[in-house]
């Protein structure tokens, strides 16, 4: 069954350094979308990206934060300077779209920011 | 903002009972509701949908019902299974016709099955 992965797992980083997050999202899926859920809150929306653009994105996904389809399977989420607050599980998801949009998970990267 | 809640954070039921999960919205706007399963470890998955202009879906042990009055749905899982111990989330969205429509979710609620 097609799903969707993520890597690295666990990724350890200090304070103010660049990380980057990547996805392998279901092949023929269209839609892609970064979640994040801190440690004992709720799954949050950061981004969708659709047709090589973010078609939107919440409040949490500042200038500090960017994706990118660098090719035809990746999907990346960086952070150009972490900050402690960015610890947490992070969730690469696809769709393949309308009405319904079921959007299919990937295991997710724990952030840890020291 | 909390649009989505899940006010019961664990649940705990005899294997061959039924479950009931629920989950209450305050955006009339939703479009359809989904119900995700989380294992330890792993990424949540996708059980099952309602469309706001429905009141049941059933798909085997799974049923979600949809009271759009009382803005609320809940998951019934019958019978219960121990393999169903995990975190269940509820989820939302609306539909805007061409667009990606995220979700919003709920806290979650921790279902124990006990065999």
């Known amino acids: 069954e097609p799903e969707v992965t993520q890597t690295p797992s666990h990724q350890v980083t200090q304070m103010g350094q660049e990380v980057i997050l990547r996805c392998v999202p279901i092949?023929?899926?269209?839609?892609f979308y970064w979640y994040r859920q801190i440690l004992g809150q709720k799954v949050e929306f950061l981004v969708s990206?659709?047709?090589?653009?973010?078609?939107?994105k919440s409040e949490i996904f500042d200038d500090q934060f960017s994706v990118e389809r660098p090719d035809g399977s990746n999907f990346t989420l960086k952070i150009r300077s972490t900050k402690l607050e960015d610890s947490a599980m992070y969730f690469c998801?696809?769709?393949?779209?309308?009405?319904?949009?079921?959007?299919?998970f990937g295991a997710g990267t724990r952030l840890s920011v020291l | 903002d909390q649009q989505v809640k899940q006010n019961s954070p664990s649940l705990s039921v005899q294997e061959g009972r039924i479950s009931i999960l629920n989950c209450d919205y305050t955006?009339?706007?939703?479009?359809?509701f989904l119900w995700y399963k989380k294992y330890p470890a792993e990424g949540p998955t996708f059980l099952i949908s309602?469309?706001?202009?429905?009141d049941k879906n059933e798909d085997g042990r799974f049923t979600v019902f949809l009271n759009k009055s009382a803005k609320h749905l809940s998951l019934h899982i019958v019978p219960s299974q121990p393999g169903d111990s995990a975190v269940y989330f509820c989820?939302?969205?609306?539909?805007?016709?061409?667009?990606?429509?995220?979700?919003?979710f709920g806290t979650g609620t921790l279902l124990a099955v006990q065999p």
């Open positions: 998801a696809s769709s393949e779209g309308g009405p319904v949009n079921i959007q299919y």
């Open positions: 092949s023929n899926h269209l839609y």
């Open positions: 990206f659709y047709n090589n653009e973010i078609s939107e």
């Open positions: 955006n009339s706007m939703f479009d359809y």
């Open positions: 309602i469309s706001s202009i429905k």
């Open positions: 989820a939302a969205s609306e539909y805007y016709g061409g667009a990606t429509n995220k979700l919003i």
